[in-house]
């Protein structure tokens, strides 16, 4: 039975619009809320004023005095979608406001219910994921001009300064740089079908320039992100709790269950394009890897999950180019996977510029205030060991090479 008729091809007619997806600016929210309705402004307050309220020591208190608002009033996705980032981002300062010896055991239930409540009309988890701090922490200076760095704004910040604004800025943008390559996957996927080997082609091609495109702007990290200040001061603030030295145990969100919960920190693991991208390409991760990249999918808006486990679904790219016996498309399709495996090379060399060498920095000079992030040295935020993880899945992504067969 040939592709064809093991997967219908109404099935496979994959639209962007079915899955929450734009064109332009791919999973970024396009124009997300900036403000909430005045029953909230306390939420909105604490979420705007972190880093005062972190380094002055204040914020559990005016948190523990929080009182318990229902989040009824939110209309629209947009509104849900700002109010779990406001208190992801109060939930992060709050558990991490005294570093890595004294997190906080217990979420209090002003902040927890809430949040948990936000969390379930969503289906996103209760802590603060790729899908907040990136793809909805902006906004234009001004409106009329371009999506550039200079021309953005973060909505919500923790300690770390510019370091930390160029941090989410640039993750955006780099986002923003998936798009064209989204609708190429999606352009791929649906030509297999119809064995329209142009449009493959065509849609190949804008796979490879996308991410070409995310790899150049992935290294303005070099010019809007300090190593001292990521590692010391920004890192610590991604922090789940789950396979995390510093909370062994999770946390409790009190009033919603009896036991701690596990929950991982935001994650480039989480990004929904470079698993899009996995899945187009047919990259086969080792068992560990593969295990931690699908866990990461819960941490996903449940539309961009469900696009990846579609893409994933459908007949094998690298199959049917292999059966074609084109030298020009297998040219294309190893032209994307070199691009992916250049982005993960990359990642590679930003992990060791701004993790184990200021980790070795700090520990060298045995420095409190520089190793603040020390106890996440060998454990990446999400709950991966970092080298060795993005080390795997680079390297599954260049067996998928078809000049190395």
Request: net charge neutral; aromatic share 8%; glycine share 8%.
């Amino acid at each position: 039975m040939g592709d064809g008729e093991r997967f219908p091809r109404s099935a496979l007619q994959i639209d962007l619009d079915c899955f929450f997806v734009s064109e332009e600016f791919g999973f970024i929210l396009e124009q997300p809320a900036t403000d909430l309705p005045d029953y909230y402004r306390v939420w909105m307050c604490l979420a705007s004023n972190l880093t005062p309220l972190i380094q002055t020591h204040q914020l559990r208190d005016l948190v523990n005095e929080m009182p318990v608002l229902s989040p009824h009033h939110l209309k629209g996705h947009r509104e849900l979608r700002l109010a779990h980032l406001a208190l992801g981002f109060i939930t992060m300062g709050y558990v991490w406001q005294e570093g890595q010896h004294l997190p906080a055991q217990t979420l209090p239930k002003s902040l927890a219910l809430p949040y948990w409540l936000v969390s379930k009309r969503l289906g996103l988890p209760p802590i603060l994921t790729y899908a907040d701090s990136v793809l909805v922490n902006w906004r234009l200076k001004d409106p009329t001009g371009d999506m550039e760095i200079g021309n953005l704004e973060t909505l919500f910040s923790f300690p770390g300064g510019e370091s930390c604004k160029g941090f989410f800025l640039v993750s955006l943008l780099v986002e923003r740089a998936a798009s064209s390559g989204i609708q190429g996957a999606f352009s791929v996927m649906n030509a297999v079908v119809t064995c329209d080997i142009i449009s493959i082609q065509k849609g190949l091609y804008k796979v490879g320039q996308s991410l070409r495109k995310m790899k150049e702007i992935f290294e303005l990290m070099h010019r809007h992100v300090d190593p001292t200040a990521f590692h010391g001061t920004l890192r610590i603030f991604f922090s789940g709790w789950r396979d995390n030295p510093m909370l062994p145990e999770g946390l409790l969100y009190e009033g919603i269950v009896e036991e701690p919960m596990m929950l991982s920190g935001g994650s480039a693991a989480q990004s929904s394009s470079i698993q899009c991208f996995d899945a187009l390409l047919g990259i086969c991760h080792d068992d560990h890897a593969a295990s931690f990249l699908k866990r990461m999918r819960e941490y996903m808006l449940p539309s961009h999950r469900q696009l990846i486990e579609t893409l994933s679904g459908c007949p094998p790219l690298r199959d049917f180019i292999l059966s074609c016996s084109s030298p020009s498309l297998c040219i294309n399709y190893d032209s994307c996977v070199s691009a992916l495996v250049n982005l993960r090379s990359y990642h590679l060399s930003a992990v060791t510029r701004y993790i184990t060498v200021p980790g070795h920095r700090a520990r060298a000079m045995r420095c409190p205030l520089n190793g603040v992030g020390s106890a996440l040295d060998e454990t990446g935020t999400g709950g991966s060991s970092p080298l060795p993880f993005l080390k795997s899945i680079r390297d599954a992504t260049q067996r998928a090479l078809i000049s190395q067969t």
